[in-house]
């Protein structure tokens, strides 16, 4: 499928998602909310009104009413939804005033009644001469419970707007540090790469903020080998290929087989210098700008590879390569992280530079240790080693120490090489002279 075909994703508001969520929430809440103090509500006016009706029915049953007059008074007043029926009937002669409670006819206490189409709560007891019965409106009840539930829920109805507000505010300042490195980012030119600020950044898009810089850290870096491999091309490359010119006219004017030969070596020789160096050349702007996943390493085994790389080199040089390598391949002692392709490029090149700087027969050993830091990878030699100068420059590109530079071939980017995948790796590098050997020492240690 085409990218430009791809449709994007229709863009959201977290904002608007998160005003609308909490709308949902808080609406919903206060449906519950309403129902839940409407149920208290009315369960309070049911317990104080029933308390008021069995009240007023005992201070009615003192006997001060006539027999002959039956009533129902109906109290009318401002506050009707608290206004209660009061029915007082006489109890013919002769009959008991205190029903049996065996009796199923006669009712005492609480009960349910419909008068006139409408329910009735009432409280029925018995005086000496009267059944007396205390009536109230369920309608009215109700009606007294929405209006307590209102009068509850009234305030949290005049917050809820305020508060949704007040969140509006929260999440735009909270907001806020993301705009600004937005703009910042938008502000910026094209080849500006360094870190967004995180200052005021809030926690939760302070990881955001450090990927972001981690990312423009990565592209800095291969933008900056970019460059490094332009620029060395373009000045170390210049010598080279004029030397092979000059060779090419060489061998062109060249009067005998002798001259001819001659002329041919060394072009030959000059072809394989600028082959060697375009390739030093890619391989430290590809590490330098590298990022591959490490992986457990088997460092004796990856030496032992290194170490045949360079045996045919070692071999016309009458290098006696010895190799003390106490630990097992396979063996987890001796296992590391990292890239196998890399870290063999870096002992090989290390090797590489032992074998061509080692005198003639001369010797090179190789050991490999565990301490309680890590591993230790030692290479030595017995040749003219490095000053305590140049030391401090062997991992500049290009340079060559005055000592081995006439009498070796070599491009200066072998340990510029090795410099750049040891940092990859977390590998600390140590330049000494050999006491064993005399020449110089490379330590390698890896944690």
Not at 24 to 33: K, M, N, Q, R
Not at 109 to 122: A, E, F
Request: proline share 5%; hydrophobic share 40%; charged share 25%.
């Amino acid at each position: 499928m085409n990218a430009e075909n791809i449709k994007p994703a229709s863009p959201y508001s977290i904002r608007r998602r998160l005003m609308l969520g909490l709308g949902i929430l808080i609406t919903v809440t206060s449906f519950i909310e309403t129902g839940v103090a409407y149920d208290v509500a009315l369960r309070e006016v049911d317990g104080i009104a029933d308390t008021h009706m069995a009240q007023m029915a005992r201070a009615l049953r003192h006997d001060r009413f006539e027999r002959s007059a039956p009533r129902l008074p109906t109290p009318e007043g401002k506050d009707e939804k608290n206004s209660f029926k009061i029915q007082i009937t006489p109890i013919p002669e002769g009959e008991f005033p205190f029903p049996s409670r065996d009796n199923g006819n006669i009712m005492r206490g609480y009960s349910m009644r419909d008068i006139g189409g409408k329910s009735y709560r009432i409280y029925t007891t018995y005086s000496r001469s009267n059944k007396i019965e205390v009536m109230h409106d369920m309608a009215l009840r109700s009606a007294s419970a929405r209006e307590l539930a209102l009068r509850i829920m009234l305030p949290f109805f005049i917050i809820s707007p305020l508060m949704l507000l007040c969140v509006w505010l929260g999440i735009s300042l909270s907001l806020r540090p993301l705009f600004t490195s937005r703009n910042e980012i938008g502000k910026r030119d094209a080849n500006d790469l360094s870190p967004l600020s995180v200052a005021g950044v809030p926690m939760e898009l302070l990881p955001f903020v450090n990927e972001i810089n981690a990312l423009f850290a990565r592209v800095s870096n291969a933008f900056i080998a970019q460059k490094n491999f332009v620029a060395d091309a373009a000045h170390e490359l210049r010598s080279p290929l004029a030397a092979l010119r000059l060779q090419v006219q060489g061998l062109q004017k060249a009067g005998s087989d002798e001259t001819r030969n001659t002329a041919a070596e060394r072009l030959t020789a000059g072809i394989d210098r600028a082959s060697r160096l375009v390739e030093q050349m890619l391989i430290l702007a590809r590490e330098e700008s590298a990022e591959r996943l490490h992986e457990e390493v088997d460092l004796s085994a990856l030496t032992r590879l290194a170490i045949s790389d360079v045996l045919p080199l070692s071999q016309v040089r009458g290098i006696d390569i010895g190799a003390k390598l106490p630990l097992k391949a396979n063996d987890q002692h001796s296992k590391t992280k990292g890239n196998p392709e890399a870290l063999r490029i870096m002992v090989g090149n290390i090797l590489d530079n032992a074998v061509k700087y080692a005198p003639l027969q001369g010797i090179v050993n190789v050991s490999l240790q565990r301490n309680q830091d890590g591993l230790i990878l030692r290479v030595e030699d017995n040749g003219p080693g490095v000053s305590e100068e140049d030391r401090l420059r062997i991992f500049e590109r290009f340079h060559r120490s005055a000592e081995t530079s006439s009498t070796t071939i070599g491009s200066g980017l072998g340990m510029a090489i090795v410099k750049a995948i040891a940092d990859a790796h977390n590998v600390s590098i140590d330049i000494t002279q050999s006491s064993e050997l005399g020449g110089l020492a490379v330590t390698l240690h890896f944690r």
